[in-house]
């Protein structure tokens, strides 16, 4: 056994891509059980961009033995979207909380063009068309303590 060093302690915000179906997976267990409203999301057809702002579990926190377990604001963007659907989501409902499960790429023929699907709690999810799968997953917030005190469970 080896004593602490000051790097283990260092909390470092996440900044990743995604560019196929694989970094897709990584992202999706990074980003499962994230909350966030409607008011959260944004659609720029010009831009072909959407972005969510997620209130984030850190799944990857190695120091969650030493502290409570956090979550951090952090932000999703899917570039190249050609269109967007959702089903089982209220806009107009401000207050509504929704969990993101998971995040998968359907690659549509023999190209790079398909679907990012975002399955959400519930019966809802928000299907993007994409030229290719292009995504970034950014911490924007120092982590704080998860307002349940407590991991997910998907027991």
Do not use: C
């Not at 120091?63 to 932000?75: D, F, I, K, L, Q």
């Not at 023999?110 to 990012?116: A, D, F, I, N, Y």
């Amino acid at each position: 056994m080896s004593d602490a060093r000051f790097e283990d302690g260092r909390e470092s915000p996440l900044n990743l891509g995604a560019q196929d179906a694989e970094d897709v997976q990584v992202l999706s267990a990074l980003v499962q059980d994230a909350v966030f409203t409607a008011t959260d999301m944004q659609w720029e057809p010009a831009r072909r961009r959407f972005s969510l702002l997620l209130n984030r579990f850190r799944w990857e926190d190695e120091g969650a033995s030493r502290h409570a377990p956090e979550r951090v604001r952090s932000v999703l963007v899917i570039e190249n979207v050609l269109g967007l659907a959702s089903q089982g989501i209220d806009r107009k409902d401000a207050d509504l909380i929704l969990s993101l499960l998971s995040v998968s790429y359907e690659p549509e023929g023999e190209g790079p063009e398909g679907h990012l699907l975002l399955t959400l709690a519930g019966d809802g999810a928000i299907r993007a068309r994409v030229e290719a799968p292009e995504l970034r997953l950014r911490d924007v917030t120092r982590p704080y303590l998860a307002p349940s005190g407590r991991r997910p469970d998907h027991g």
